[in-house]
């Protein structure tokens, strides 16, 4: 089971009244290398995968939450007291339109969370590879989106979760090193 | 030591309707240089700082956006 | 009346995110190195300050965890804001 701790893995903190950023940080919430789909993917290969590298996984699962934590706190304080007539101006008329300043797990064009996101194969090395790369797809959207924010505060919270995706991609990578080993194998020579 | 950013020129055509970016580059982490983190690796040396790291060693640490822009590269 | 967190809370809260940081940070690196005597023994000492600090933050501003994992005031002060979102 889980236990929800009150508090965010790193202080996240926003400048600009900007809802036009929060259109574009929604990719990283339910787009298909965001955080959600990063948890569920990770979650899920837990009860296939060799028992070597079940822990890394669930763990890495478990931090992908406490990012789309981060990730839902940008998009709240962006669009909380915005009005209609500044989302309107933003790009989010239609979101308006449907879910006022609700959350809701899509991507940046609007196309609504998919369960096609999530890969599992359920061959090890593949799965694990599926990881690495989405780890990689992840880190290049955070650098597109800091490419296009000029909010120094926020910026501070995308680099630490872009960092995240480097790090969680070396464990990958350790994971694979370690079901390729042999030290198991039985000598027959 | 390796580079964090790699840099290449596209080729331009006389004809491309916007100003040519010259000179392009992209991200090369050091998690793609580690196969397997060496154990001892030398360490932030506080919390805090790791924290606003997003990582406790200092070589797995990936600075974005490119702190040293090559000269001839605008953007 | 609108209530606002003393600098206080955002002070402590960043030590415990500080602290609790290294440990997601030596958890992760630890699954692939079962074997690093020196990284267990630094998991288990920040494990404990982590400990200590969170139970100094509670006494001022209310249950970081529920479900049994924090005491409760009277009344039930779970539900209190700010969430970790609104702060």
Known sequence: MWYYEKKLQYPVKVRDCNPRLAKYLIEQYGGADGELAAALRYLNQRYTIPDKVVGLLNDIGTEEFAHLEMIATMVYKLTKDATPEQLKEAGLGAHYANHDRALFYQNAAGDPFTATYIQAKGDPIADLYEDIAAEEKARATYQWIINMSDDPELNDSLKFLREREVIHSLRFREAVEILKDERDRKKIF | MFSQFKYWEPYISPFDPCPPIRVKSYSTPPNLYINFQPPGMPQFKTPKQALLHGTLWPDLYSPYPNPAKRGDQLE | ?87
């Open chain 3, 1 to 87: 009346m609108n209530k606002q967190m003393p600098p206080e809370y955002y002070k402590q809260l960043e030590d415990i995110q500080a602290v609790d940081f290294v440990l997601v940070e030596l958890t992760l690196y630890l699954d692939t190195h079962p074997n690093d005597w020196d990284a267990i023994e630094q998991f288990n000492h920040y494990a404990k300050k982590s400990k200590a600090l969170k139970s100094e933050f509670e006494k001022q501003f209310g249950p970081l965890m529920q479900y049994g994992r924090s005491y409760s005031n009277y009344p039930w002060d779970w539900n209190d804001t700010p969430w970790p979102w609104q702060v």
